[in-house]
Nanobody, 120 residues
């Protein structure tokens, strides 16, 4: 059974840090481009970071650049997101996504999300 399970969310004060994890099972992570997204109440889901299969290419939108770091441990089938200098506007449910395209077929899996609250 294909599954992505996020963990590591919680309540943190502004300026603090959190490390999110996304554990994959039922498929081999190394074959997938991995991403983190987030969705705040009343807002659309937005991209936070993307990392290619071997980690050779990484992308962050301006909102995450310089504060967030995406990484992957393919041996452990796990994706990470290190978040530093957190701001109240980072409060959201954070999701990981796995995606690959093979023979013109797109395979995409999402986790159930982990809540991050940044508040004093």
């Amino acid at each position: 059974q294909v599954q992505l399970v996020e963990s590591g969310g919680g309540l943190v004060q502004p300026g603090g840090s959190l490390r999110l994890s996304c554990a994959a099972s039922g498929f081999i992570l190394i074959s997938y481009v991995m991403s983190w997204y987030r969705q705040a109440p009343g807002k659309e889901r937005e991209l936070v970071a993307v990392i290619t299969t071997a980690g050779g290419s990484i992308y962050y939108p301006d909102s995450a650049k310089g504060r967030f770091t995406i990484s992957r441990d393919n041996a452990k089938n796990t994706l990470y997101l290190q978040m530093n200098s957190l701001k109240p506007e980072d409060t959201a449910v954070y999701y990981c996504k796995a995606r690959r395209i093979a023979a013109s077929i797109s395979y995409e899996y999402w986790g159930q999300g982990t809540q991050v609250n940044v508040s004093s």
